[in-house]
């Protein structure tokens, strides 16, 4: 049986009440994440760069306008390609590179897989089958608390592999391999009760961050990091988790993985040309004023919207540039 990988907006809707609005905030602004991209335009003026991403303009007849980059036709990739740098990256590779961390953390190489050459010349991996063994002095509560954050996440490859961005291919739970997929794993082979399973799987997500640009790439992502909890949690428990638990989960997420200029630290195209009026004796005249960040590559001194993520150890949203300081 082939699995569908595409989080139908629609199926959202009707199953989960409420969580198609939670993952559609954003934080910052308190309004809807938008499109920041022309992709969408020929569909409507609700649909330009500008526009707010509504519920009503991707579920009903409008439920497959957003789809993984991979479903998209090639002349549009390769003009997000162009325009946006957006490039996806294969699930062996994006292994390589959070192996790469873990074998730091670990002190050790091939702690969750060890990597491959198939026949064919391809790279994969193939997934240990021991229960993960933690050097000393850390355990598994320190690896679910391990702050870790993607940037430019696009589809958030790095933190949850629900499928190949490149070729589409769905992996088993088992075989992932994304930041957060591994957490998930530490957390199944050492918790069976439910609520202490759902604590430590809050923990993980509270400690796994992303940002984009792009509105319909975040969406995806926010919708990937949602299903993963939800099939991680039935292939645990063989049973579904809760509404409230999933408003939760996606609540979390709507803080976590945020729609940013990662290059300004703020909200997309929020920087402005301001206009300054100067009286003189004979008449007031006009002058433009540019963006002191933009200008000269500051990123503390922006006029635009800085984004705001949330502390969950102190339960306040912070500006993320504040991170940078420390």
């Given amino acids: 049986m082939q699995v569908v990988i595409d989080i139908l907006e629609n199926e959202l809707i009707e199953k989960y009440p409420d969580i198609l609005g939670i993952l559609l905030r954003d934080q910052t602004t308190q309004k809807n994440i938008f499109w920041a991209t022309d992709n969408y335009e020929h569909f409507g003026d609700s649909y330009r760069f500008n526009s707010e991403i509504l519920p009503e303009l991707i579920t009903g007849e409008k439920g497959n306008v957003i789809m993984p980059r991979v479903h998209k036709d090639k ?11 957006e490039v996806f990256t294969p699930s062996w590779i994006c292994n390589a590179q959070n192996n790469l961390v873990d074998n730091s953390w670990f002190g050790k190489d091939d702690v969750f897989n060890k990597e491959i050459l198939l026949k064919n010349g391809t790279k994969s991996w193939e997934t240990t089958k021991e229960k993960i063994v933690f050097p000393k002095g850390k355990t598994w509560q320190d690896y679910v608390r391990d702050t870790r954050l993607e940037i430019s996440c696009g589809e958030a490859p790095y933190l949850v592999s629900r499928y190949d961005t490149t070729t589409g291919e769905f992996i088993k739970i088992e075989n992932r391999i994304g930041i957060l997929d591994r957490k998930l794993r530490v957390v199944n082979e050492n918790l069976d009760s439910i609520n202490e399973w759902l604590k430590a799987v809050e923990t993980a997500y509270k400690n796994t961050y992303g940002f984009e640009w792009q509105g319909d790439s975040l969406l995806l992502a926010r919708e990937a990091l949602l299903i993963t909890f939800i ?6 428990f063989e049973t579904e988790p809760s509404l409230e638990t999933i408003q939760n989960i996606a609540q979390i997420i709507s803080w976590n993985i945020w729609q940013m200029d990662g290059l300004k630290g703020v909200i997309p195209n929020s920087c402005k040309d301001e206009t300054i009026e100067i009286p003189d004796f004979f008449e007031t005249r006009t002058e433009i004023k540019k ?5 000269t590559q500051n990123i503390k001194s922006h006029n635009g919207i800085y984004c705001n993520i949330m502390d969950w150890d102190i339960e306040k949203p912070i500006k993320f540039i504040s991170l940078l300081e420390k």
């Fill in 291 to 295: 963006c002191k960040g933009c200008e």
């Fill in 75 to 85: 002349i549009l990739q390769l003009s997000r390609s162009k325009e946006m740098a």
């Fill in 231 to 236: 099939e991680n949690f039935t292939h645990k």
